[in-house]
């Protein structure tokens, strides 16, 4: 184990923890992606039209899921309110599925076919709503927890290995969705894979929580080594403080931080790039496919690819990349992928074309910007990880979404072509370049900050002081 261990640039008693976290994300990214390719294709089963209005509602229940996890946080501890989040996941999932079950039995049919009904049109708009709230919240909480656990040395090591959990999951369950959608034809297909979805966030509740566990025993032990008699890990669990403060904290934290302005910024312009492509991507699919299990196996398709690509940039490139150029610059590598991408695209609109573009376009933006990111967390207080994290993560982000949205229906209205996309998005994509550089250098500020609070020297004027 220590040699593996020293192969993955990991100190002594990390690797336990990190294979655990690799667990964790593995359950969380293979259950969402269960559930993603069911949402797309309700999405896109009545048209564009209602997509774009899907879009903008699903802003506003961000900001309430969010607000609404503030208020959880400031009531419990961690290893309260991560679990009842997850497990509003699972309740919700049996409703949809519930519904679902129901209008099948009763003689409806899937979204988007000739059969179906009013309930099942209503359930399949309200699980995209929902799923596209939901899903930025479970990964952004995942994260959180990461962030909460590890320092920034250890993320700059850690994270882009932990990554590769969520990763292989996501492989996973693109790869069965794709399979189980070929095979089958069913009224239940979408009633299924959330049942299948709901049984992996039940299993990453219980992985979480002895990865708390783990973590607790692991600062007891080294607390034991130094002498300092600490408490056994089951006083400190039990124990464990409240976040406290207010349920809006968050909003106030992100209004009032520069530099959680400046990541809530760098969010809202990915998220601006990503709608642009999600809404090619989905024009593409839309007039390729006659059926849902077909538009469902497309977008799963989409997905597995792309997992393939984030895994090998994840085994291969990433850990030096962030090592090598700091994590400005490899924040500024998406922006140059996303400029270059819309370029190619412009010129060569076809299935094959998109499907390589959104890999690469992806693999980058999982597999190097989001444990890039996720460092930039590091040196925030419990507080702003549990309350402002999620503001950045899924408000903000929603938000950009719908500028997202508000930009391709300019576009659409306007009758551009793909050419002036392209050529839209190099003032858009030299700016956020210069805010990735940005903020790589206030996060190192953070961190020699810190650094100079705890040294010896500050330590000793403030023990003289009181």
């Not at 509740?205 to 056994?232: C, E, F, K, N, Y």
């Not at 090619?280 to 469902?296: C, E, G, K, M, Y």
């Amino acid at each position: 184990m220590d040699r593996v261990a020293r192969l993955l640039n990991m100190k002594r008693g990390e690797l336990s923890l990190a294979l655990l976290a690799v667990v964790f994300n593995f359950c969380v990214l293979c259950g969402y992606y269960f559930l993603r390719p069911v949402r797309d294709a309700m999405g896109v089963s009545s048209g564009m039209d209602d997509l774009r209005w899907l879009f903008a509602l699903t802003s506003v229940v961000s900001l309430i899921v969010v607000l609404a996890f503030g208020g959880v946080v400031a009531r419990t501890n961690r290893r309260r309110f991560i679990p009842v989040a997850y497990g509003f996941v699972i309740v919700c999932l049996f409703g949809f599925a519930g519904l679902l079950i129901a209008d099948g039995t009763s003689g409806g049919g899937l979204i988007g076919t000739e059969a179906q009904t009013v309930l099942s049109r209503m359930v399949g708009y309200t699980y995209f709503v929902w799923l596209s709230a939901i899903n930025l919240f479970v990964t952004s909480l995942f994260w959180a927890f990461m962030v909460d656990l590890f320092d920034v040395d250890q993320g700059k090591r850690m994270f882009a290995f932990i990554g590769i959990g969520g990763t292989v999951g996501a492989l996973v369950g693109g790869w069965a969705t794709v399979v189980i959608s070929g095979a089958t034809e069913s009224v239940y297909l979408p009633a299924g894979l959330m049942l299948v979805g709901a049984a992996l966030f039940a299993v990453a509740i219980t992985v979480m929580l002895m990865l708390d566990r783990m973590a607790i025993a692991s600062d007891h032990s080294r607390h034991s080594a130094g002498g300092s008699g600490a408490a056994a890990p089951e006083a400190i669990s039990a124990a464990e403080p409240r976040i406290g403060g207010k349920f809006w904290d968050g909003m106030r934290e992100v209004a009032t931080s520069p530099y959680l302005l400046g990541i809530g910024i760098w969010v809202v312009l990915m998220a601006i790039a990503n709608t642009m492509i999600y809404f090619t991507q989905a024009n593409i699919i839309l007039s390729n496919t006659d059926s849902f299990s077909q538009r469902v196996a497309g977008f799963g398709l989409f997905d597995a690819l792309t997992q393939v690509a984030t895994l090998l940039t994840q085994m291969f490139v990433t850990t030096h990349v962030i090592k090598k150029m700091g994590v400005g610059w490899t924040l500024a590598i998406l922006p140059v992928v996303t400029m270059a991408g819309f370029a190619i695209l412009s010129v060569w609109t076809v299935f094959g074309v998109m499907a390589v573009f959104q890999a690469v376009h992806r693999a980058t933006r999982y597999a190097m910007s989001r444990p890039a990111r996720e460092t930039l967390f590091s040196v925030l207080t419990p507080s702003e990880k549990y309350k402002a994290k999620p503001i950045v993560d899924v408000f903000l982000y929603r938000g950009g979404d719908l500028a997202g949205v508000g930009v391709d229906g300019l576009f659409a209205a306007l009758g551009l072509t793909l050419g002036w996309v392209a050529a839209a998005t190099v003032p858009l994509a030299g700016g956020w370049a210069l805010l990735s550089r940005g903020l790589g250098r206030a996060q190192q500020q953070k961190v020699r900050e810190a650094d100079a609070r705890h040294s010896p020297a500050a330590s000793a004027k403030s023990s003289v002081l009181r």
